[in-house]
């Protein structure tokens, strides 16, 4: 009989310990340390010891050339929700889905397997959460009863498999949530660390073996990370991150891991009384509602996956009362943002050290790459000086530490991204050679440092109705 043996474990990083502490070496995290019960592989020197002496069997090894066929695809019925996934479901996959509380990971998943059922897919939806009572209601509410959805409600993992088994494999399984589900082999409770990395383990397995598209969606922690052991990310083979502020009706579908398609590639949700419904063209409305005669404000030119995307950047430079000026970033890198604060005061001669900066990109987008400098210094600038950015300029650059501006990826589909959509002017860095973009119909201003900028906006790139001094 297998021994079963005591591990302490923390349950936000998975490290573990030999004893219990109240502090995790991992993480540094605080109170996070549990004990648990894992399966031991026997007494020193039994079974675990014969096994080890074992011999394995070979496997065949094939060359590397050869022919490689084409991943199948299954459309979800959901543009967005296809276009994140790189095209569709792919059979055998596993999908890990992860976002705040409330943000709509229920709402989206039911859409898509709604969807996925009525074109004669077969989709099984257990809930670990909810009754299936509280399942239909919200099925009902989104015009989604109708919909040949095989349901259940179990968090029993040996349970649901064996119904999974049990007749025809299901085409596409969506599991709500793994934090929910546990193992009987475990004696740990669900949600502990051991059950949520054996759940995910077992329901990968699952569907490499079957060929069923699974989805599983998980709980995040305080920091936005997938709740659990890291390497439950590791197992499945797409990640993707439901993000939205509850203060916007956008939702974005983020995917930070996918090995069938690019990677931080986006879908755009607009959460509606009727469900989730699909953005086609995000760049009308993160821009459709800005103010055109205000200063502080800068359009950017950004690349989000595969696709440009144009958002606005919203910058307020106020004086401080407190003794440390306040930095409040909503959608950027604070340490990003205290970069480019450093190179306009050191590199320009800008005052604002003793300034309270208030920055927040619209929409409840988060932008991550450096190409944003640009236009959060452009932003920066226009607020200092009371001068308005003209509103059909769009900036882009990476700003370096000495202020000079380097030129970004992709500057072609930006561009062309700004002049589908009625933009006539382009601030960006100087490029050459194969970097050096077409101009198209708009007018293009090359820079090469920071201080060209504030050149630019303060001769005749930019109109002051209500300019003060900087």
């Known amino acids: 009989m297998a021994k079963a043996r005591r591990q302490f474990v923390c349950q936000s990083c998975g490290a573990q310990t030999p004893r219990w502490a109240g502090r995790c070496d991992g993480c540094g995290e605080w109170n996070t340390i549990s004990e648990e019960v894992a399966e031991s592989s026997g007494v020193a020197g039994g079974p675990a010891k014969a096994s080890s002496t074992k011999k394995g069997r070979q496997i065949a090894l094939v060359p590397l050339a050869g022919e490689a066929t084409e991943t199948p695809r299954r459309s979800t019925g959901l543009k967005e929700f296809d276009r994140v996934l790189g095209g569709g479901l792919v059979p055998g996959s596993a999908v890990l889905v992860g976002g705040d509380p409330g943000i709509g990971k229920s709402t989206l998943l039911l859409q898509a397997m709604a969807r996925l059922a009525n074109s004669g897919a077969e989709t099984v939806y257990i809930s670990g959460e909810e009754a299936i009572d509280q399942v239909r209601m919200r099925a009902l509410r989104l015009g989604l009863s ?14 649901i498999l064996a119904t999974l088994k049990d007749g025809p494999t299901p085409d596409a399984i969506v599991i709500d949530s793994v934090q929910t589900m546990w193992t009987d082999t475990l004696e740990s409770a669900p949600g502990t660390v051991s059950q949520v990395r054996a759940t995910a383990q077992e329901l990968t397995r699952f569907a490499k073996r079957s060929g069923a598209a699974m989805i599983i969606v998980g709980h995040i922690t305080k920091d936005g990370q997938i709740a659990g052991p890291k390497v439950m990310e590791h197992m499945v083979d797409t990640v993707l991150y439901f993000e939205g502020e509850r203060g916007h009706h956008f939702r974005i579908l983020r995917a930070v891991k996918n090995r069938f398609g690019p990677a ?10 009727g469900g989730l419904l699909e953005v086609e063209n995000p760049s009308a409305l993160f821009i459709g509602e800005r103010d055109r005669e205000a200063s502080g404000a800068a359009v950017f030119a950004g690349i989000e996956g595969t696709r440009p995307v144009l958002v606005e950047i919203q910058a307020l430079v106020a004086q401080s009362a407190l003794g440390t000026p306040r930095r409040a ?17 050191a ?23 450096p190409a944003a ?10 607020s200092l000086s009371g001068l308005s950015i003209p509103p059909d300029t769009v900036l882009f650059g990476e700003i370096s530490l000495s202020g000079s501006l380097r030129p970004v990826s992709q500057m072609e589909a930006r561009l062309k991204e700004a002049e589908k959509l009625g933009f006539k002017h382009a601030i960006l860095p100087k ?31 930019a109109s002051a109705p209500q300019a003060r001094e900087a």
């Open 347 to 369: 590199r320009c001669g800008l005052s604002i050290g003793n300034q309270d900066v208030y920055l927040n990109v619209a929409g409840g987008l988060r932008i991550g790459e």
């Open 264 to 273: 931080n590639e986006i879908g755009v949700f607009e959460m509606a009384e």
């Open 146 to 159: 109708d919909a040949p959805v095989a349901l259940g409600a179990e968090t029993n993992l040996r349970d």
């Open 373 to 382: 400098d640009l236009a959060v210094a452009g932003a920066l600038i226009s």
């Open 431 to 461: 490029a050459a050679g194969r970097q050096k973009p077409s101009a198209g119909k708009m007018k293009l201003t090359e820079l090469e440092d920071l201080g060209d900028l504030i050149a630019k906006l303060s001769t005749g790139g």
């Open 329 to 345: 970033v909503i959608g950027w890198d604070s340490g990003r943002l205290s970069m480019v604060l450093a190179v306009l005061e």
